[in-house]
């Protein structure tokens, strides 16, 4: 089964720290980077650019808009794919990301949620979920 990890920061706390002091955790982030990267379950993990645009339908129009949005405090800067055998598994491999390990991420409002994947690039997926319910 796959999940979609989702690493959260807080955009402002980030911004506030300064580039040597956000480099300085970024340096902690290595060794955690290192651990998950080594994990086979792992099939994708990307760090995000805070540059962003929204696409949203309005009536009949398509709009593009321009991001970050100033109403988001919080921004994705991570994006894990993890095959697992549990959600259970995959919590515990999402855990390792730097998120949840790097001491300092905790003032920054870093946070890892992680969702089942039900549907990918054009198929139906096996979810604990639909097989507890008799449909995997």
Not at 14 to 38: F, N
Not at 41 to 56: D, F, N
Request: proline share 5%; charged share 20%; with cysteine.
């Amino acid at each position: 089964m796959k999940y979609l990890g989702l690493g959260h920061y807080n955009r402002h706390a980030v911004q506030a720290l300064g580039p040597d002091r956000l480099a300085a955790v970024m340096r902690q982030c290595e060794p955690h980077m290192a651990a998950i990267g080594a994990m086979p379950q792992l099939e994708m993990h990307a760090g995000l650019a805070e540059r962003t645009r929204q696409i949203l339908r309005t009536g009949k129009q398509i709009k593009v808009i321009d991001g970050p949005f100033a109403e988001s405090k919080e921004l994705v800067g991570a994006v894990l794919l993890i095959e697992a055998d549990s959600f259970d598994e995959a919590v515990r491999i999402a855990s390792l990301h730097p998120t949840t390990q790097v001491p300092d991420g905790e003032a920054l409002g870093w946070r890892m949620e992680v969702h089942p994947v039900h549907f990918l690039n054009g198929a139906s997926l096996a979810t604990e979920e639909a097989a507890a319910a008799g449909r995997a």
